[in-house]
C-alpha cells in the first residue's frame, strides 16, 4: 500500500467512524438482557494503565434505556453514561484511559429512575487512547442548525454556526471569545477554583466545549445551561479526592435578541461567567443533590466577577418577599425555583464572614459530603453552626448589610407591627426550616419581654434595634427574655425556625405566638452588630 492510498483509506475509516476498529485496538461484543428480576450484568475487563477503553450498550429489543458504568480496580466509578443524546438516543457510550492496571468491570444496567426491560449488545474495546476519537461521534450534546464551525482559545472550543436559526454573527462570537478567557482567567487563576477536569475527546479536543444555540428563540426558556457529561469520580486538579467531580460543557445564546436586556453582550457575558461556573462546580461534585447551592454560587460568582452586568440583585426582590420560607428549597416557593437564584447573599455572607477564600472552601465540603453535611462541616471548622449561620443571616437581611444593597429595591416582608402589650401571631401561614418572620415593635421607649409558645418547641425570638444611621444591633432572646428599645431609633422582633433537614423540598409551616410583656429581669444585650448604611425602614 503506498502512501497516498493509506492516506485514502485511513480518510475512509474516520468518515464512518463510529463502527471503525483501529489496527491498535481489539474489540469484543457481548449480548445480554436486563429484566426486572435482573436489573444489571457485569463483565470483568484487564486494562494496563495508560490503555483506553470505549464501551457501547446498544439496546436491541424492548423498551431498555440503557446505562453504563465503569469501575476501577478499588470498586471506584471511572465513567458512567445514560444516554448518548440525552432524552433522543437512549443507548450509552463512555470512554476511559485507565490511571492504572487491574481488573475494571463494566456494568449494564437501565435508567435508574425506569422499569425498561429488553436485550442489547455490548462492545468493549481496548487501545491506545485514539480509539476515544470515537465519542465526539456517539455523544451528540449540541445538534447546531448549520454546518459546524469551531474556534479554539488556550482552554475552549466554541461551537456554532453561521447559518439557520443558530446563526450567530462575527461581533457576537468575537465577544464569546473574549469572555471564555477572560471569566476562565477571573474564576481559576484570581478567584482560586479549581480548574474543572478535561473532557478527554468530547467535542473534539480536551478543551472546554462552548455551543452556541438559539436557545431563547427555541423556547428552552433559558439563556444558557451547563450539562454535566461524564462523571470522572476524582478532579486531578485538586489536592483532594472528589467522589462524584464530572466534566461538562455549557451551551450559550446565539445572540440574546429575544431577551428584554439592554446590553445584549453584557447578558451574554454574566450568563457565560455564571454557566462556566457551573462547569467548576462539577469538578468538585456534579452529583450534589441539594440543587440551591449550585443557583446561589453561580449567581454570587456575576456579582464578583462580570461587574455592572450581573443579574443576581435582580433575584433580592423576591426573596425578600419570602422569608419564612424553607431555605435551600428549589421547588416550593410561588413562582417554582427561583429562591436559590437569591440565595446567593447566603454565599455572599459567607464571603463577608469568613472571607472570599471561604466559598472556594465550602464547595471542597460539598465535595466530599452530601447535603446540610457539607455546610455543617465547613462551618464547625469556624465554630459555627447551620442554625447560628442562618439566624445571622435572617438578621443581615433585615439590616441589608451588602454591598450591592443599592441595587436592590427592597427590604425584608414586614409581618405586622406589633403595637401592644398582649398575644401576637403570624398574619400569613407561619414559617418554614430556616425561615423568618418579621415585626415592627412600635411600643414606646422601654423594656420589654417577648416570649415564643404554641410552636412545635424550637423556634427562636431576636430583637432588632437601629441605632440611627450607624448600627443595626440584633439581641437573641431565645425562647423568651427581655430588652430595651431606649437607645433605638426604631425596633423589630425576628421569629427565626433553627430546625432543618435534608429533604428541603418537603417543607412544612409552624406556628406560633407571641407574647409581649413589660420588662421583667435584666435585658439582654446585642450578639450581633451590623452596620446601618444600607438600613432601610420595612413595610
Ligand atoms: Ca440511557
Ligand atoms: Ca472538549
Ligand atoms: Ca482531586
Ligand atoms: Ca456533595
Not at 445538534?143 to 466554541?158: K, V, Y
Amino acid at each position: 500500500v503506498n502512501r497516498i492510498l493509506r492516506a485514502l483509506i485511513l480518510a475512509t475509516l474516520f468518515s464512518i467512524g463510529i463502527t471503525t476498529i483501529s489496527a491498535q485496538a481489539n474489540s469484543q461484543t457481548f449480548t445480554g438482557s436486563i429484566s426486572n428480576s435482573r436489573i444489571s450484568e457485569y463483565y470483568p475487563i484487564s486494562l494496563n494503565a495508560g490503555e483506553a477503553v470505549l464501551i457501547t450498550a446498544e439496546a436491541t429489543s424492548g423498551t431498555l434505556d440503557t446505562y453504563l458504568i465503569l469501575r476501577d480496580p478499588n470498586g471506584a466509578i471511572v465513567a458512567e453514561n445514560d444516554d448518548r443524546e440525552t432524552g433522543v438516543i437512549t443507548d450509552s457510550a463512555l470512554g476511559a484511559i485507565a490511571d492504572i492496571s487491574g481488573d475494571y468491570e463494566v456494568e449494564v444496567t437501565r435508567y435508574p429512575e425506569g422499569d425498561s426491560t429488553g436485550a442489547y449488545d455490548l462492545t468493549i474495546e481496548i487501545g491506545t487512547p485514539d480509539i476515544l476519537n470515537q465519542l465526539t461521534e456517539l455523544i451528540v450534546r449540541v445538534t447546531l442548525s448549520g454546518p459546524e464551525q469551531t474556534i479554539d482559545t488556550a482552554n475552549f472550543r466554541i461551537h456554532y454556526t453561521t447559518s439557520g436559526a443558530d446563526a450567530v454573527d462575527a461581533e457576537f462570537l468575537n465577544a464569546v471569545v473574549q469572555a471564555a478567557e477572560e471569566f476562565y482567567d477571573i474564576q481559576i487563576n484570581q478567584l482560586g477554583w479549581a480548574a474543572p477536569p478535561r473532557d478527554g475527546f468530547l467535542g473534539g479536543d480536551d478543551r472546554y466545549d462552548i455551543y452556541i444555540q438559539d436557545l431563547i428563540g427555541s423556547g428552552e426558556g433559558a439563556l444558557g445551561y451547563a450539562s454535566p457529561d461524564t462523571v470522572v469520580g476524582d478532579n486531578p486538579n485538586t489536592p483532594e479526592t472528589e467522589l462524584n467531580a464530572a466534566s461538562s460543557y455549557l451551551v450559550l445564546d446565539n445572540d440574546y435578541n429575544d431577551s428584554d436586556a439592554v446590553d445584549l453582550i453584557g447578558l451574554m457575558r454574566t450568563t457565560f461567567t455564571h454557566e462556566f461556573n457551573h462547569v467548576v462546580q462539577f469538578g468538585y461534585d456534579g452529583d450534589e443533590p441539594q440543587g440551591w447551592v449550585f443557583e446561589a454560587t453561580a449567581s454570587w460568582i456575576e456579582t464578583v466577577s462580570a461587574g455592572k452586568d450581573e443579574d443576581a440583585t435582580g433575584y433580592v426582590e423576591y426573596n425578600y418577599q419570602y422569608p419564612e420560607l424553607c431555605f435551600g428549597t428549589t421547588t416550593v416557593d410561588p413562582d417554582g425555583g427561583m429562591l436559590q437564584y437569591g440565595d446567593w447573599m447566603f454565599i455572599q455572607m459567607l464571603a463577608d464572614v469568613y472571607g472570599r477564600d471561604s466559598v472556594v472552601a465550602y464547595w471542597r465540603h460539598i465535595a466530599q459530603k452530601d447535603n446540610w453535611a457539607s455546610l455543617e462541616s465547613f462551618l464547625s471548622e469556624r465554630g459555627s453552626t447551620i442554625p447560628d449561620a442562618l439566624a445571622a443571616y435572617r438578621l443581615k437581611n433585615l439590616a441589608r448589610d451588602y454591598r450591592l444593597a443599592p441595587e436592590f429595591n427592597a427590604t425584608v416582608w414586614l409581618e405586622n407591627t406589633i403595637d401592644d402589650l398582649g398575644s401576637w401571631t403570624f398574619t400569613g401561614q407561619g414559617i418554614q426550616s430556616l425561615g423568618a418572620n418579621y415585626f415592627r415593635f412600635d411600643l414606646p421607649p422601654g423594656a420589654y419581654n417577648a416570649e415564643i409558645s404554641g410552636d412545635r418547641g424550637g423556634l427562636q425570638l431576636w430583637a432588632v434595634g437601629i441605632l440611627g444611621d450607624e448600627k443595626v444591633e440584633a439581641i437573641p432572646l431565645g425562647r423568651g427574655a427581655s430588652f430595651d428599645t431606649t437607645p433605638y431609633s426604631e425596633a423589630y422582633l425576628m421569629v427565626f425556625d433553627p430546625a432543618y433537614s435534608d429533604d428541603v423540598e418537603n417543607c412544612t409551616y409552624q406556628d406560633y405566638n407571641i407574647q409581649v410583656q413589660a420588662g421583667k429581669g435584666f435585658p439582654v444585650l446585642p450578639y450581633l452588630i451590623f452596620p446601618a448604611t444600607y438600613f432601610q425602614t420595612l413595610g
